[in-house]
Every structure is written in C-alpha cells, then in structure tokens.
C-alpha cells in the first residue's frame, strides 16, 4: 500500500482572502520591523542623519561612553521602574488570587481592575496632573511620576498572574490546611511556588512600561527626566547630539527584547505538556 504525502498547496492555490490576508500581514510585519532594522543599521553608520547606509563604524557607541548626560535619565528610570515592578508584584498577587475565589461579581471587579488599559495615556496624565496640582496643589515629582506608572502597568502584571493563578487547583490549599499548614504556610509551600512564574513575569512587564513610559510622564514629571524624556527632548531639538539617540535606543531595543523574552518564557515556555 503507497502512502502519499499531503499535498502542500502553492500561493497561487490559495482562496483569494488567504491571499489577503496572508498579503495585509506581511505588509503589517514590514511597517512593524522595517523602522526597527533601519534604526540598528543607522546606529552603525557614519552619517545617520543623512538616512543612507554607510560608511560602517562604532563611533556612535563610543561617544555613549564620554556622553554621560543620558546616564542620570537611566538610573531614574531603572530605579523608578523597580520600585513599580515591585509594587505591582505584591498587588497582582495580591489581587490576583483573591479573584479567583470570588464566586459573586468576579467579572465586575476584573473589569475596574483592568480598565485603565483602555483609557489614552494622554487622558491618564492630564487627569493625575489636574487632581495632585490642580485640585491637592501637590508639587510632581518622582513619586507622582510612581503613580502614573504604576496606574498603567498594574493591569498588566495583573494578567501575567491571573494566567497562572486561574489555572492553580484551590484543593491543594484545602489539603494542606487538613494537613495543619497555617494561611503562610500553605501561601509559602503550596501557593507562591506555583504562582511565582507569573509575578515574576508581571514584574518584567511593569518595569519594561514604566521604563519606557512618556505619555503619562510628560504631565507629572515635575523637573525630573526620565529616559525616554531625555531621548524626546533630544530628538526635538537641533542643539543636541541627535546621532547618539540611534545607539542609545538600539541598546534599550535589546534590553527590553530579553526582558520580554524571559517573561513569556516563565509564563508559557515552561508550560508542561
């Protein structure tokens, strides 16, 4: 008996709106990536505010090294973005194991939880603004530019623990509890091991938004410049030393590609089959 293989068919075969769509998705890919690739290769290019390749050199990279005005910008940024990471650990584990237990008006409280994700961050900022300057007459600084940070990558880290947590099976609580495990206990042994890929995940993901935060910033930054701001503000004007944004960002581009890796690896990767 002769076993034929599947026959594959070829792009002229497919139905005319596989052909869309698969024609919509490359185009999109290429208005993701194209900017992406053009922004490494200018890094390395000798004039890259002429916009053409070439000739090929590291100076840009170097100058980062003697160029240490963007170095206060980071460590703000890295230093803001640990504090929301963290603080967004300890409220989505928080807030994401207690909804899995609620049995009247889980949806409702989900829908709060997560609902600054559709508001604009323009909005976001303008409206924290108005309330702590306007309305309590409170100076912005760091901690306002915490709270817009944290208002925006709550619900995300949220998600990367509501991931895990709705998978856990409460049952192993309630035999560790006829086991005579106390509330801590049964959290540390049996609960936070489980959970732990997607808190550590949300983490990853609030530091990432919060370090590349710039809509909600600008309004409640006060005098204090973020990264991101840094780079805005280098880019807007002629005085600055525009060359030095291509390599500063190439950099950020690839730390925030591992940071994202590790978090979808821990979330999904490890994931047994």
Not at 222 to 251: D, F
């Amino acid at each position: 008996m002769t076993v034929h293989a599947a026959h594959t068919p070829k792009i002229s075969e497919w139905p005319v709106w596989t052909r869309l769509g698969a024609l919509t998705g490359f185009v999109a890919l290429i208005a993701i990536y194209a900017p992406i690739l053009w922004l490494m290769i200018m890094s390395v290019s000798g004039d890259p505010l002429s916009g053409i390749p070439g000739p090929f050199t590291s100076e840009w990279y170097g100058t980062l090294v003697t160029n240490t005005n963007w170095l206060e910008p980071l460590w703000l940024s890295v230093l803001l973005g640990l504090a929301v990471a963290f603080t967004c650990m300890v409220c989505a584990t928080v807030v994401g194991r207690a909804i899995p237990r609620i049995r009247q008006g889980k949806g409702a409280i989900l829908a709060v939880a997560l609902f600054p994700l559709m508001i604009p961050g323009v909005v976001v900022g303008t409206a924290l603004f108005l309330y702590f300057r306007v309305l309590l007459g409170l100076k912005m600084g760091m901690w306002s530019l915490f709270a817009g940070h944290l208002v925006w990558s709550f619900p995300f880290a949220l998600l990367a623990v509501l991931v895990v947590a709705l998978r856990f099976d409460t049952r192993l609580l309630e035999s560790g509890a006829d086991l005579g495990a106390s509330a801590w206990q049964r959290f540390r042994d049996i609960e936070f091991p489980l959970l732990k890929d997607g808190i550590i995940s949300g983490g990853l993901f609030a530091f990432l938004l919060s370090f590349n935060e710039i809509a909600r910033s600008i309004y409640l930054r006060g005098r204090v410049e973020t990264l991101p701001i840094y780079l805005w503000q280098q880019a807007s004007t002629k005085t600055s030393n525009v060359p030095l944004i291509y390599s500063l960002n190439v950099i950020i581009l690839i730390v925030s590609t591992i940071i994202v890796a590790i978090a979808f690896w821990l979330l999904f990767g490890r994931r047994e089959k």
